[in-house]
């Protein structure tokens, strides 16, 4: 059974830096592409940033040249390092394999809180 379990949230000045760990169990994450996805109080969930099985990323353009995703394969886990945080990045994050017609392909996992005070 797939099974995403994210971690690494917290409290933090705007300005500051977190770095979020997603581990995947289950066959999901071998050749895959994965993503952090991210859902504030009272918006939809997004896309944040998604690096393919060849490791090329991608950004939605809030976090571009401040965030940076990255996998080791060898642990099944995927990092997202957040720099220069802003209070518009508070949101719960989330992993996922990203999948055609902008669906996912496991259970969303717990996710993990990321609250930036000003």
């Known amino acids: 059974q797939v099974q995403l379990v994210e971690s690494g949230g917290g409290l933090v000045q705007a300005g500051g830096s977190l770095r979020l760990s997603c581990v995947a169990s289950?066959?999901?994450?071998?050749?895959?592409?994965m993503a952090w996805y991210r859902q504030a109080p009272g918006n939809q969930r997004e896309l944040v940033a998604r690096i393919r099985s060849g490791g090329s990323t991608t950004y939605a353009d809030s976090v571009k040249d401040r965030f940076t995703i990255s996998r080791l394969y060898t642990k099944n886990t995927v990092y997202l390092q957040m720099n220069s945080l802003k209070s518009e990045d508070t949101a719960v994050y989330y992993c996922?394999?990203?999948?055609?017609?902008?669906?996912?392909?496991?259970?969303w996992g717990p996710g993990t809180q990321v609250t930036v005070s000003s």
């Open positions: 996922n394999r990203p999948t055609l017609g902008g669906g996912v392909g496991a259970p």
């Open positions: 289950g066959n999901i994450f071998s050749g895959s592409d």
